[in-house]
């Protein structure tokens, strides 16, 4: 096994395997007492070839145990040049899996599904493609959705249109085995436009909650480009009805995709994305997946994400707790924390609403991260973060409406090694990559760049490697 150790971008509390390529999550499914996390996986490099399903399963969302690859491609089969995205469910005393088989030769990826043993492993494919062909009129055609819908079974399958937009496609089954095509989701499209969907949508997933609201999550994808960036529509299920309001982003920042749900048995809904590497020829290994978040809808119906509740299991030692009452332009600096660390932010401000924070990831301060919050808006800046000049740089916002005179914008930031996320108190997101040269840990700094006082609360924990350590 590669080690992994030393390099100070490897994630600690981030769930990847020690080498080689990783990209969605994927058959997302809590089975016989277990929470079962697939993913995209080429078990020979750090590079999109040769696609498996490597797997993982934990009882509490913090240990994870390594499986044997749960599906590998069969030479000369519907699947010879990859299992590509799909999802899982448990039923009967077995997980069945429905995934993309990809060929080289064939332009869209047909429904395939695998059966699991009872204990959730040894897979044994089933020998017919589930779904053949796609419908008429599909230009793009993977990543299979299934869930239990009444006393049958519904599926969505991403898609692009011949006339250039994203869809989901929407199927029914009785038994898992026979389906019919019912026709695509009816969403709505942004009315000013700026929202954009995609030439495709990449790994469609359904959340329904108890009240009759819903949530349709989308990967937005280009011909040209690939993969771009997540979208959500909110709305409503009613008898296995869906209308969809406009578009809204997913997650704010530019190293987020294919995010993929899984149904809690208390209920809740959780949810993982792919968060790839922004910088080239990355070494032994590539891809990140997120932390597992609840995914909720707010009163007004947007989508809100926090950190899995369980995730305060990972936190160490006595936490850092301050509260800085800065006059106007003060600066502030804070103690060395740890690479993996766990952050929360209470910003009060006066009338003026202007703060920064500047996370320093070398002595000198070169390489650093600067978050700042002016009315409204959170901006991150990547652009001093890495001396690597390969790593992606760039400036990324998010709206933030606490951040307001005389009101308290919170916080909370997940920082390992290599990966930010970003949570507002509101629900919103944003992910991003960085690059920095060391593996000391992070100095703090707050800058109040307010002409009035603004007061910070900052309480830190060092995050530590689960038991079980993957590395
Ligand atoms: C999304 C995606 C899926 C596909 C898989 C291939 O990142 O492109 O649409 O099934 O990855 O690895």
Not at 27 to 56: E, K, M
């Amino acid at each position: 096994m590669v080690t992994t150790v030393q390099d100070p971008h490897f994630p600690q509390v981030h769930l990847r395997p020690p080498a080689n390529w990783i990209n969605d999550p994927n058959g997302l499914v809590f089975h016989d007492g277990y929470y079962h996390l697939f993913y995209q996986h080429n078990p020979a490099g750090p590079l999109h070839r040769h696609i498996h399903w490597g797997h993982f399963r934990s009882r509490d969302l913090l240990h994870w145990e390594p499986l044997p690859i749960a599906l590998a491609p069969t030479p000369e089969g519907e699947d010879a040049h990859g299992c590509f995205s799909g999802s899982a469910v448990s039923h009967d005393g077995r997980i069945t899996a429905f995934y993309s088989a990809y060929r080289e030769d064939r332009w869209y990826q047909p429904v395939a599904a695998a059966d699991s043993g009872p204990e959730g492993t040894d897979f044994t494919k089933r020998p017919d493609l589930v779904v053949p062909r796609p419908p008429h009129g599909v230009t793009t055609y993977r990543d299979p959705y299934v869930w239990r819908h009444t006393h049958g079974w519904r599926m969505l399958v991403g898609a692009g249109l011949r006339d250039g937009q994203g869809a989901a496609l929407l199927y029914e089954s009785d038994d898992l085995t026979t389906w019919r095509y019912l026709g695509p989701l009816p969403a709505a499209d942004d009315p000013s436009g700026r929202q954009h969907t995609g030439e495709a949508w990449e790994c469609p997933q359904l959340a329904t909650f108890d009240d009759g609201r819903a949530l349709l999550i989308a990967s937005a994808w280009y011909q040209r480009t690939g993969p771009s960036h997540v979208v959500s529509w909110s709305g409503t299920s009613d008898q296995g009805q869906y209308h969809f309001g406009p578009p809204t982003r997913f997650d704010h920042g530019p190293d987020f995709y294919a995010p993929a749900l899984l149904r809690a048995p208390d209920g809740r809904w959780l949810l993982w994305g792919w968060s790839w590497e922004a910088r080239g020829g990355t070494g032994t290994w590539a891809g990140v997946l997120t932390v597992p978040r609840e995914v909720t809808l707010t009163p007004d119906g947007r989508p809100r994400q926090v950190p899995a509740r369980e995730l305060e299991g990972l936190r160490t030692g006595q936490p850092l707790r301050t509260e800085i009452r800065a006059l106007p332009r003060e600066v502030n600096e804070l103690d060395r924390l740890a690479g993996a660390a766990d952050i929360r932010l209470r910003v009060s401000f006066g009338e003026d609403v202007a703060w920064g924070l500047r996370i320093n990831s070398s002595d000198d301060g070169e390489e650093h991260l600067d978050l700042r919050l002016s009315e409204g808006t959170l901006t991150i800046d990547r652009g001093r973060a890495s001396a690597d000049p390969q790593a992606h740089v760039g400036r990324y916002t998010m709206p933030m409406p606490q951040a307001a005179p005389g009101r308290t914008a919170e916080l909370r930031l997940l920082l390992d090694h290599s990966i930010l996320e970003i949570f507002s108190h509101s629900g919103e997101t944003l992910t991003l990559r960085y690059y920095p040269s060391s593996a000391q840990g992070w100095r703090l700094v707050t800058h109040n760049r307010a002409t009035t006082r603004t007061t910070t609360e900052v309480e830190v924990h060092t995050l530590r490697t689960p038991d079980g350590d993957r590395k």
